[in-house]
């Protein structure tokens, strides 16, 4: 009979069930997204090009580690390094004495910029001595010449010799392209130095770009990194298998390092795959976590409100002899027959949107763009069960009260909403929104990313008391704006008294609203605070007159302002020949410049506790005691002249001070951005860290331990009465390839750059969850009207108009409306304080264009959905046009 019952409704009430359907697919498309991006995120990979004729790579590992105890079992957390990982290259020769190398290549990339672009004392000079140097158009990656041979036998030098010492090698299309060949010279900047280089020799075209070879000794001085190298691709001698060679290899590194097979020399070939796939699964877990419990909050709401509106039905079933085990039998086989195929409708629209939201990631760079979106049957079974399991147990819910009434009750009890809510629920309410309290107060406690780990836990706990206990806020809401309400006449009396006496199918509406405003409030105004404070802290702090920057990978150190002589380089900071000065040297000595001084953004890994997190740094290069000049940082403890004193030594920010637990004169461990472990002396603390940097390093401590040691930006003051015009000029007029000149807000729009990334992910975030919980709202109000038939029908009945009924209807869209924005504004409020008090120091800082916009997308969505299934309804009142006035 049950199933029966079952089908039949499905079969020839399918209006019945359409709420239920839409939740239920837009909950199976939500689970889904985050679901594909987990996957990709665990399963990511990229194929290796250049490694692929070396079996075995011998790489760094890209991510600090720590492993501690926790209840007598370890456990081990990780966090991905901001730069480079590398190597010992003393491991080059242990390796290759093992029997089964053939050959053990030791491979480094570095940066190279043409050095005789803009730099006109180059061209004079090498004209006098009867040499034309040119260059590539563009960037270059340098490399020792050990590495050629490493992609196979056809990277190979194709014309001239090896490169000795002050020659170079390129690659034939680049060659080509600049119409140079071997003999011609050629100017080029490196981190470790700028010289002038004969080119020995072409090698074959290279399908990683454009480059150039130096000799072993010269490429390992250039990088910027002596004595380190990025990867060592290990080739094996005829007849050694794979399986050989890596027992091999890993008996010669000893644990220093990893061996890489397989796919994993592709993470060694794109070191950004490694944070590619920390924040997929970052997304698609930490924040496909709180989706998946917001998307089954949905559907049991859902559901239970449309099993709900049936309460007459079955009520009437059971006073026809039906038994509360075959109540309970109908709502579940309705469940199976409904859940399944609505959740799979849902998957193509989950798969579109991971696509839109992974390609946003890589359009940004913050994926590699050989890594496909992994698409697999996981994801969707887990939406599927998801969906089915979560309208099983609503419907098992929802169903406890008509199965449990009396046959004889059942009707009467049906014509009525509880007086009160049940005891069980009403605990549960009150323990989630103890719960969201006392997370509100452990966030207040946390700094930086600890608290904003918190937020969707306090918003999550606040949005399921509000359902539990949403007639009591109903209540409150009419009893509050009821009053109003009556001021607009007839029809807003019939909204107040409905509003109280239906309590219940008010509390279905708000609900929703609040969610929108709860998550959308948190997510975006997090962002905005953050944005704001970091945006204050530049204005205020930033003091510099003119801010350096470079359309290429950084600026130079040493500077081309006159190049060396053929065959010579440049040591870091001189022109080899001449003893050039570096950029920030060169910027001092401009006529009218009282104070310059670059930085180079990295960033560190520290500890606190059991856990690892990351902090923006910046090395400072030049004078420190100059930097005062330039930066308003806020100092209060200390002097920022110690970190002149020794390459040993490090400022924090007042925040991560306290965090780390650090005073000054005290030392303080952490990880540098390569994974290096340091452990400075403190020599002061500072305020506005947010908007210039959690640490501050002498340039001499972080240089060997970036991807590529070029200087970010030189901030460059003015002297007193010096003319900024001229010095503008006069600082473009440097010859630095790429070299761009701004005022102050080239710092910020650094600074906003840096954020780019963290505004997008939230706004992304907050559009998704937003969205489903729009859609979710809407569903809710249209269900809640149409199930109205009956009392619309009464209305027009006792000579209500349908004008006096469509403004009833409005306003209590609009009482919807502002309870479900004042009761979420209130959860994302909650939220906000401790948080952003946590990461900036300050309150939430809410903009008008932003809040707007959210509090009428709200109202409209209300009006909307509930407007339009009114009209519907009053279109079939059985009232005609004669009944009173239209």
């Known amino acids: 009979m049950s199933n029966g019952l ?47 004729g070396a079996p075995v790579v011998v790489a760094a590992d890209p991510n600090v580690s720590i492993t501690y105890k926790t209840n007598d079992e370890s ?54 001595q009867g040499a034309t140097p040119q260059g590539p158009a563009g960037p270059l990656t340098g490399r020792g010449f050990a590495a050629l041979g490493i992609a196979g036998p056809q990277d190979r030098l194709v014309e001239g010799r090896a490169p000795g010492a002050g020659d170079v090698v390129l690659d034939a299309d680049t060659a ?24 020995s020799g072409l090698a074959a075209p290279q399908q990683a770009g454009p480059t150039a070879w130096f000799a072993d000794e010269q490429a390992d001085r250039l990088s910027g990194h002596p004595g380190r190298v990025d990867a060592i691709a290990v080739q094996p001698r005829e007849g050694v298998d794979r399986k050989a060679l890596t027992a091999q290899v890993k008996q010669a590194v000893g644990g220093a390092a990893e061996v890489r097979t397989g796919t994993g020399r592709g993470l060694v070939e794109q070191p950004l795959l490694n944070e590619a796939k920390v924040m997929l699964v970052a997304i698609g877990g930490s924040f496909g976590g709180t989706a998946t419990m917001t998307a089954v909050f949905v559907v049991i709401s859902t559901v239970a409100l449309a099993t709900g509106q049936r309460a007459r039905e079955f009520a009437l079933l059971r006073a026809v002899g039906a038994t509360p085990r075959q109540i309970r039998r109908t709502i579940a086989t309705e469940a199976m027959l409904v859940a399944p195929l609505a959740a799979a409708l849902g998957i193509l629209p989950g798969v579109l949107l991971a696509r839109w939201w992974f390609n946003g990631m890589v359009e940004r760079g913050v994926v590699p763009a050989d890594v496909e979106l992994s698409v697999g049957p996981i994801p969707m079974l887990v939406a599927v069960a998801a969906c089915t399991l979560a309208a099983l147990a609503a419907g098992f819910f929802a169903a406890r009260r008509p199965a449990r009434m009396r046959a004889g009750q059942a009707l009467g009890a049906a014509a009525v909403e509880p007086a009160r809510l049940g005891i069980v629920r009403t605990v549960l309410g009150v323990v989630f929104t103890a719960g969201g ?72 509406a708000i609900t929703p609203i609040v969610m929108v405003t ?19 802290q530049v204005r205020t702090g930033i003091t510099a007159d003119h801010v350096l920057g470079s ?25 080899a020949a001449s003893g050039t000065t570096g950029v920030v040297e060169q910027a001092a000595k401009v006529p009218g410049v009282d104070a310059a001084v670059g930085v180079l953004r990295t960033g560190i890994v520290y500890r606190t506790g059991d856990q690892l997190l990351s902090a923006t740094a910046l090395g400072i290069t030049g004078d420190p005691s100059r930097l005062p000049k330039v930066l308003d940082l806020g100092v209060r403890a200390g002097s920022l002249d110690g970190l002149g004193r020794a390459a040993d030594t490090v400022a924090l920010s007042t925040d991560l001070a ?16 390569d994974g290096t472990e340091a452990k400075p002396l403190l020599v002061a603390t500072y305020e506005r860290g947010l908007g210039f940097g959690q640490v501050l390093l ?58 780019e990334m963290g505004s997008w992910a939230n706004t992304v975030m907050a559009g998704v969850l937003g969205g489903f919980a729009a859609v979710t709202a809407a569903n809710t109000l249209v269900m809640t009207v149409l199930d109205r038939r009956r009392e619309v029908g009464l209305l027009r009945l006792a000579g209500t108009t349908r004008r006096q009924v469509r403004h009833m209807m409005r306003w209590e869209a609009l009482l919807v409306a502002a309870a479900g924005l004042g009761v979420g504004s209130v959860i994302a409020w909650l939220t906000l304080v401790p948080i952003t008090r946590g990461l900036t120091g300050a309150t939430p800082y809410v903009p008008a264009g932003t809040a707007l916009p959210l509090a009428a997308g709200a109202v409209l969505l209300c009006l909307a959905a509930t407007g339009l299934p009114a009209r519907a309804l009053l279109r079939s009142s059985p009232v005609g046009a004669s009944g009173g006035k239209q």
């Open 518 to 536: 709860a998550f959308c409030g948190t997510l975006l105004f997090m962002q905005s605070t953050i944005r704001h404070e970091t945006g204050e």
């Open 698 to 755: 002498p340039r001499a401590a972080v240089a060997a331990h970036v991807t590529a040691g070029y200087d970010s930006q030189v901030l460059v003051a003015d002297a007193p009465g010096a003319d900024r015009a001229a010095v503008a000029k006069a600082l473009s007029g440097l010859g630095v390839p790429g070299l761009t000149v701004t005022d102050r807000a080239g710092f910020a729009a650094q600074a906003d750059k840096s954020q």
């Open 75 to 128: 456990d081990t957390h990780e966090q991905p390094l901001s730069e480079r990982a590398r190597v010992d290259a003393g491991l080059v020769a242990r390796i290759a004495a093992q029997p089964g190398v053939a050959a053990a290549r030791p491979d480094t990339a570095f940066p190279l910029q043409n050095a005789t672009q803009n730099a006109t004392q180059n061209a004079a000079q090498n004209a006098a």
């Open 6 to 52: 079952a089908r039949a409704s499905v079969r020839f009430r399918p209006a019945s069930f359409v709420g239920t359907f839409v939740a239920l697919l837009f909950a199976a498309a939500v689970i889904m997204a985050c679901g594909t991006l987990l996957q990709t995120g665990i399963t990511a990979s990229v194929p290796s090009v250049r490694y692929a």
């Open 551 to 575: 359309t290429g990978p950084g600026l130079p150190v040493a500077a081309p302002g006159t190049s060396a002589a053929p065959g010579t380089s440049a040591a870091p900071g001189t022109s």
């Open 437 to 508: 309290v006392v997370l509100a107060g452990v966030a207040a406690s946390l700094d930086g990313e600890n608290a904003a780990n918190t937020a969707l836990g306090v918003v999550m706990s606040f949005l399921v008391a509000v359902a539990l206990l949403g007639p009591w806020v109903s209540r409150l809401a009419a009893w509050v704006l009821g009053l109003p309400l009556r001021a607009g006449g007839a029809p807003g009396s019939l909204a107040a008294d409905n509003t109280r006496a239906n309590a219940r199918r008010l509390a279905s």
């Open 658 to 673: 306290s965090a780390l637990g650090a005073e000054v004169g005290e030392r303080v461990p952490f990880w540098l951005g």
């Open 176 to 199: 080509r392209a600049a119409h140079l060949a071997p003999g011609a010279t050629v100017a080029l900047t490196a981190p470790g130095g700028t010289g002038t280089y004969r080119i």
